[in-house]
């Protein structure tokens, strides 16, 4: 495998199960990220991990669980969910520590909350 | 705080048309600034990137400089195709303490039509 992988690809889940999403890069990287991208908004960025400690939460609620064992895994565990969190989330990962850096994406859980 | 503005699409253009999509950001300090390109169904991908000012970044025929005087990274292709057809992002890096943030545009749909 190569670059940031993310699974499963598509969930469909009810509101009272828990779920987790997994990304694992595969680049090297320290850094990695939560996004979640919703119809006709912009890209939101929900966690931050930096050397698999947390550095950015951006008062994402706490249904969404991230979990970082290391620079290489990123997880997000789910719990009662509500149907307005349906959409695309998006893991990316970066290589310095610096502002210049380039994030790669996974290709991105698609999840849709019945 | 940092912010990217980017043209409202969608647009739609004939195949072998020139593209320009618009971009300007307002920033502290001198970011990079990146174009993602997003596909249907998949996640983003890097398309070109610029570190500093008067830079300019090119990838398959796409390129944007860097223009500090008018803070702004338009992206540009003399000759759009089909498979052009996607969402365009624009991005600037983002440097706060230990996080390393992207900062994203709104995206453009861009349509070719053959």
């Known amino acids: 495998e190569t670059g940031v992988t993310q699974t499963p690809r598509h969930l469909v889940m009810g509101m009272t199960n828990k779920k987790s999403l997994k990304c694992e890069q595969h680049?090297?990287?320290?850094?990695m990220y939560w996004y979640k991208q919703s119809a006709k908004k912009p890209l939101e960025l929900m966690f931050v991990y930096n050397f698999k400690e947390q550095t950015e939460n951006n008062s994402v609620p706490s249904r969404f669980s991230p979990e970082c064992p290391n620079s290489s895994h990123l997880f997000l565990h789910l719990h009662t969910l509500q149907p307005e969190d349906s959409a695309l989330y998006l893991c990316?990962?970066?290589?310095?520590?610096?502002?210049?850096?380039?994030?790669?994406f996974g290709p991105g859980t698609r999840l849709t909350v019945t | 705080g940092n912010s990217v503005t980017q043209m409202e699409g969608p647009v739609t253009l004939s195949e072998e048309a020139f593209l320009t999509i618009n971009c300007t950001y307002t920033?502290?300090?001198?970011?990079?600034l990146f174009w993602y390109v997003q596909y249907p169904g998949e996640g983003l991908q890097l398309l070109l990137k610029?570190?500093?000012?008067?830079d300019k970044g090119s990838n398959k025929g796409f390129e944007a400089t860097y223009r500090k005087e008018t803070t702004s990274f338009h992206l540009e292709k003399g000759s759009v195709q089909v498979s052009d057809s996607a969402v365009y992002f624009c991005a600037l890096s983002d440097y706060g303490g230990a996080t390393n943030k992207l900062i994203f545009g709104t995206g453009t749909l861009l349509a070719v039509q053959p």
């Open positions: 990316a990962s970066s290589g310095v520590q610096s502002g210049r850096s380039e994030q790669y």
């Open positions: 920033a502290t300090g001198y970011p990079s």
């Open positions: 680049l090297g990287h320290n850094a």
């Open positions: 610029a570190t500093k000012a008067d």
